[in-house]
C-alpha cells in the first residue's frame, strides 16, 4: 500500500510550527517513510505515517460516544485534541480523564449550530496553538416521527446541527489549514446515506447532504493540501442509539444482519479516525469509510 513513495516529502511535517515552504505551490505529501516506528505520547509505537505528534485536533461531539473515542484515538496517536460538546462540565471531566491517562486534551464548550460561537471558538484555538491541523464535526441529532408528523421546526434543527454547522466548521477550519498546507476534515455521516430507513427522514437527508459536501469540498481544498473525507458509521452502542438498544428483538435483529454478529463499540471508529487524520492518508480524499460490520454491502 505504501510501496510507491514520492520524492517530495513534507519538511512542514516534523517540526513543531507551521510550514515554511508555502513559496511554491507545491502541495506536500505529509508522508515520511524515514519515520519508520513513532513513540506516542501515550507510549504506543505506531508506524510514522500514523504519528500524530504535533497535530491539533478539533472533534465536535466529543463529550461522549463516537466523538470521544475517536478524539482519545487521536489522542493516543499523539495529537493534541481539543473536545467539544455544549455542556463544559461534562467536557471538563472527559478531558481529565484523558490527561490521567497521559494524553493531550483541552475543551471548547460551544453549541455548533450557533455560528458566531463556532467562528469565535476556532478563531481562539488557532490565536492559541498557532494552527488547526484536524477537524473531526462529528455532533450530531436525530429527530424520528413518521412522515405526517414532521414540523418544520424539527427538520430545521437536524439539518442545523448535522450539516449546516458542518459546512461552517469546515469553512472557519479551512482557513489556517489553508495557511499551513495540510489539513484533514472528517464528517461523520451514517448507512442511511446508502440504506434507506423509515421515520429518520432529516437525517438521512442531512446525512446524505454531508456525504456530498465531503467531495465537493475535497474537490476545492486538495490544491491546499486539504483533504476531505466521510465515515459512515453503522449500528453503534452509544447514548444516540440508546431507546433501539432496550429493545432486544430490534437489537437481535441487527446482530443478525450483520455479518460481524455484534452492534459496534465507538473504539471500533478508531482505526478510522486515525487513518484519515494521518498521513497515512495523505492520498486518500472525497472518500467514505463505511464501518458498520458489513452490513450495507452485504444481503
Ligand atoms: N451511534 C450510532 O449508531 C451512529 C451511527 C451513525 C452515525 N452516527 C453519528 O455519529 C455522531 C456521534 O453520534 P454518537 O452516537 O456518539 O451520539 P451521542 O452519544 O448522542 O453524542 C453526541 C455528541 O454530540 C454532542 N452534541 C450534540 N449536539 C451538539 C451541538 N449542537 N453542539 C455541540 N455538540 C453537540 C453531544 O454533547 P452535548 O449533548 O453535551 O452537547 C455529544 O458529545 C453523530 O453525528 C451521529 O449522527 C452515530
Known sequence: MFARVSATISTERRGAGLSQSSASNRVTTGFDPSQQLASTSYGVRMPGYFDLNNRLA?????????????????????????????????LKTAADRMRDRGL??????????????????????????????????????????????????AWDEVLATNLKACFFLAQQAAAPMRRQRH???????????????????????????L???TRSLAAELGEHGITCNAISPGWFETEFTAALLKDDAFVARINS??????????????????????????YVTAQQIVVDGGLSATM
Not at 461523520?188 to 437527508?205: K, P, Q
Open 211 to 213: 456525504a456530498g459536501l
Open 104 to 153: 493531550k486534551a483541552e475543551t471548547s464548550a460551544f453549541d455548533v449550530t450557533d455560528l458566531r460561537a463556532t467562528d469565535a471558538a476556532i478563531q481562539s484555538i488557532v490565536a492559541d496553538h498557532h494552527r488547526l491541523d484536524i477537524l473531526i464535526a462529528n455532533a450530531g441529532t436525530i429527530h424520528r416521527a413518521p412522515l405526517a408528523d414532521w414540523t418544520s421546526e
Open 257 to 282: 444482519r450483520v455479518p460481524l454478529r455484534r452492534w459496534g463499540k465507538p473504539h471500533d471508529l478508531a482505526g478510522a479516525a486515525i487513518f484519515l487524520a494521518s498521513d497515512a492518508a495523505s
Open 58 to 90: 478539533l472533534v465536535t461531539g466529543a463529550s461522549r460516544g463516537l466523538g470521544l473515542a475517536m478524539a482519545e484515538a487521536l489522542a493516543e496517536v499523539g495529537a493534541t485534541v481539543i473536545l467539544n460538546g455544549r455542556d463544559a462540565n461534562t
Open 183 to 209: 489539513g484533514r476534515i472528517i464528517f461523520i455521516t451514517s448507512i442511511v446515506c446508502i440504506l434507506g430507513r423509515s421515520t429518520v427522514h432529516a437525517y438521512a437527508a442531512s446525512k446524505s447532504g
